[in-house]
Antibody
Framework: EVQLVESGGVLVQPGGSLRLSCAAS????????MHWVRQAPGKGLEWVAN????????YYVGSVKGRFTISRDNAKNSLYLQMNSLRVEDTAMYYC???????WGQGTLVTVSS | QSVVTQPPSASGTPGQRVTISCSGT????????VHWYHQFPGTAPKLVIH???QRPSGVPDRFSGSKSGTSASLAISGLQSEDEADYYC???????????FGGGTKLTVL
């Protein structure tokens, strides 16, 4: 079964840091572009970042550049998102997704609040 | 505001055909393929159309996609109550060097 499982979402104070993880199974992770997408409460989808299968190409949405870092470990079939200098507006459900945004994980909730 | 525009809402009665539009620019839809997703409340999105008009396995053939110039459309024929969901389009944007999602369309089955 193709599956993505995110973890790491918690309540954090503004300015804090957090690392999200995404465990992949059921497909060839090591040859797949991977994405992080977020959805603020009651809002639409916003692409955050993606990474090529070998890590040689990485792209970010402008609002997270310099604060977030996407990475992967193909030996562990895992995708990561290091989030620093968190802001209230980063509060959202964070999803990892495969190529063409398929499949999606169930999401992990990040809340940035004092 | 997203650089890719969708109508906020759409509706139809069971059995009808509805279309949802996705309007972009020459740097996104005009140059790159469009993917479509639906999302039910409290769940993750799911791919329903990829590469403008390709249906993944398991998606009913009631769903179809098309593209012309800088606009794309998702059509759902034989509308069913279980089609009621939020629908999003997505495309790569060459100017932004990133993916852009439409703002989403809430489809209501009357």
């Amino acid at each position: 079964e193709v599956q993505l499982v995110e973890s790491g979402g918690v309540l954090v104070q503004p300015g804090g840091s957090l690392r999200l993880s995404c465990a992949a199974s059921g497909f060839t992770f090591s040859t797949s572009w991977m994405h992080w997408v977020r959805q603020a409460p009651g809002k639409g989808l916003e692409w955050v970042a993606n990474i090529k299968y070998d890590g040689s190409e990485i792209y970010y949405v402008g609002s997270v550049k310099g604060r977030f870092t996407i990475s992967r470990d193909n030996a562990k079939n895992s995708l990561y998102l290091q989030m620093n200098s968190l802001r209230v507006e980063d509060t959202a459900m964070y999803y990892c997704a495969g190529p063409r945004f398929d499949p999606w994980g169930q999401g992990t909730l990040v809340t940035v609040s004092s | 505001q997203s650089v890719v525009t969708q109508p906020p809402s759409a509706s139809g009665t069971p059995g009808q055909r509805v279309t949802i539009s996705c309007s972009g620019t020459s740097s996104n839809i005009g140059r790159n393929t469009v993917h479509w997703y639906h999302q039910f409340p409290g769940t993750a999105p799911k791919l329903v159309i990829h590469s403008d008009n390709q249906r993944p396995s398991g998606v009913p053939d009631r769903f179809s996609g098309s593209k012309s110039g800088t606009s794309a459309s998702l059509a759902i024929s034989g509308l069913q109550s279980e089609d009621e969901a939020d629908y999003y389009c997505a495309a790569w944007d060459d100017s932004l060097n990133g993916w852009v999602f439409g703002g989403g369309t809430k489809l209501t089955v009357l």
